[in-house]
């Protein structure tokens, strides 16, 4: 009886080691696909915003119940900011709750200080209107959107001289 288990347990972990492979390979090929597409992109986007985007956007974490990075979204040709064209783009499920938030809303609590901050809080918020700035002075047309339910993407996306759909992503964890 114990050889059985002990064979079955064998199999079983052999089985999880060969599936644990493969989705670390899958997952693998899709941030190295993710990486080649968005380096083509930077080549065809304006280096020196793209380049102003990545400062603006270092170290910056946007804090809900979990902590997420902020990133720059450089996007593709679009003739509107809109959730369509937001889908497009990121193929989000068509059934997914969209929420569409202004801009200067979804800045308000980022960027506001308060006489009780100390230093790192009051960097954060100078570094958030920067950010603020920065979007503002180089796309038009700016929008939030707010993907999913509990686990949710955010897209701060604008217009770019050229038409591209760009900005900026992170995510929130809100229950």
């Not at 493969?22 to 930077?42: G, R, V």
């Not at 997420?68 to 593709?76: N, Q, T, Y």
């Not at 897209?155 to 229950?175: H, M, P, Q, R």
């Amino acid at each position: 009886m114990k050889e059985k288990i002990k064979k079955s347990t064998k199999k079983n972990f052999k089985r999880k080691s060969y599936c644990k492979k493969i989705k670390d390979k899958k997952t693998s090929e899709n941030e190295n696909e993710q990486k080649h597409q968005f380096t083509n992109k930077e080549k065809n986007f304006g280096q020196s915003f793209l380049q102003k985007l990545k400062n603006a956007a270092e170290n910056l974490i946007y804090i809900s119940e979990t902590d997420s990075e902020i990133l720059p979204f450089i996007g593709e040709k679009s003739e509107t900011v809109s959730i369509e064209s937001l889908q497009k783009q990121i193929n989000f499920a068509p059934d997914v709750k969209i929420e569409e938030m202004d801009f200067e809303d979804f800045f308000e609590n980022l960027i506001k200080t308060q006489d009780w901050f100390e230093d790192e809080e009051n960097n954060a918020a100078e570094k958030f209107l920067k950010l603020k700035k920065l979007l503002e002075e180089n796309l038009k047309d700016l929008k939030v959107f707010k993907i999913g339910e509990i686990e949710i993407k955010i897209y701060v996306v604008g217009l770019d001289e050229d038409n591209n759909l760009s900005g900026i992503k992170t995510e929130a964890v809100e229950t």
